[in-house]
């Protein structure tokens, strides 16, 4: 309730007029009806019979239509075996992709804030042209094996003899950049050379082949989401502890990690919904063992298309989950998107 509805209180030359008021929540509550009401849409359909559905549209239970568990008995009885092993896989690949990203995220967000990096420019490049050789070497048949280490090898011979003649170097804003860029890059510029690889190695269909995918590709939005999360813990702190003897590691695990767990929620749930709805990195890395959910709700979507009563149920237990999740930690979440809204 703003100051102007309180009741018995003159109205202050800066409080928005009843109208406005009344015109805002307006607002406010179509917006809200218009977001919601797909996911309404869905929870109602999945408790309708086949026969409800199709001569619908009913929209209110127990006064349009008679609600019936039959596509919830369905997907959860009779298909069980088919619904559940892909939704173990989400929950695990999700999950296990999705914690790694944010300790390794947040290690490298917090060393982007704290210390200062200057890589030689040079130095970069001959790494990249190294690592395109080997990968190069590795398309015309030569070992992944050999072919790494003959890079490694040529990399540090040629860096010792150029190094002291480079003199142009990056900035911590630089590499934070780059970092996010890999993130603007398409998946599909990638997906077959990622294929090729877990193909050659040994890892399609396997947890590893979609865990270290997806950590490598939401990696990028944990450093950035939390370096400007840390940028915001004072540095006092951290000082203080290492004069009281602390090492740097035990002040960012027991100071300012405590401190940033709004940010590290509102990150976490941030990369579980993209790691949870991610569709063609699993349809290229997975078949049979390790298939996911997205490609489940793609495959009855293709063959049931007009089964709708199916796919709300199976769509339910995909996106229920992470609601949860995001309500019991709205809190945290709210608290974290307004990390750089206010600048001091």
Not at 31 to 60: C, E, H, M, Q
Not at 201 to 222: C, E, F, H, K, R
Not at 244 to 253: E, H, I, V
Not at 297 to 306: H, L
Request: aromatic content about 12%.
């Amino acid at each position: 309730m703003t100051r102007a509805a309180l009741p018995g209180r003159r109205r202050a030359p800066g409080d928005p007029s009843p109208a406005r008021v009344a015109a805002s929540y307006a607002i406010l509550v179509a917006w809200a009806i218009i977001v919601l009401f797909p996911l309404y849409w869905v929870v109602v359909t999945s408790v309708k019979l086949p026969v409800t559905v199709n001569t619908g549209p009913f929209y209110i239970p127990f006064v349009d239509f008679q609600p019936s568990l039959h596509a919830w008995r369905y997907i959860l009885n009779d298909v069980r075996n088919d619904t559940f092993r892909p939704y173990w896989n989400t929950i695990v690949v999700a999950t296990t992709s999705t914690v790694i990203a944010l300790i390794l995220g947040s290690m490298a967000a917090y060393a982007l804030v704290r210390f200062k990096f200057a890589p030689k420019t040079g130095l970069v490049t001959l790494f990249l042209g190294c690592l395109a050789g080997a990968v190069a070497a590795f398309a015309y048949g030569v070992s992944w094996q050999l072919a790494s280490a003959a890079a490694l090898a040529i990399y540090v011979l040629l860096a010792v003899a150029v190094r002291k003649r480079l003199t142009r170097t990056l900035g911590n804003g630089d590499i934070a950049f780059w970092m996010i860029s890999q993130r603007m890059m398409p998946p599909v510029v990638v997906i077959l050379p990622i294929y090729v690889m877990f193909q050659q190695v040994g890892l399609l269909d396997t947890y590893t082949a979609l865990v270290l995918t997806y950590v490598a590709g939401n990696l990028p939005i944990v450093v950035w989401l939390m370096r400007d999360y840390f940028q915001g813990v004072p540095v006092e702190l951290e000082e203080c502890a290492a004069i009281d003897g602390a090492s740097r590691l035990r002040t960012f695990w027991t100071i300012v990690l405590p401190l940033a767990a709004p940010g590290l929620v509102a990150t976490f749930l941030f990369v579980l919904v993209f790691a949870w709805n991610e569709y063609l990195i699993a349809l290229f890395l997975s078949s049979s063992k390790v298939q996911t959910m997205p490609l489940v709700v793609a495959a009855q979507s293709g063959t049931r298309g007009t089964e709708w009563w199916y796919m709300s149920v199976v769509i339910m237990l995909m996106i229920g989950p992470v609601i949860a999740m995001a309500i019991a930690s709205e809190r945290y979440i709210s608290r974290g998107l307004l990390v750089g809204a206010v600048k001091g």
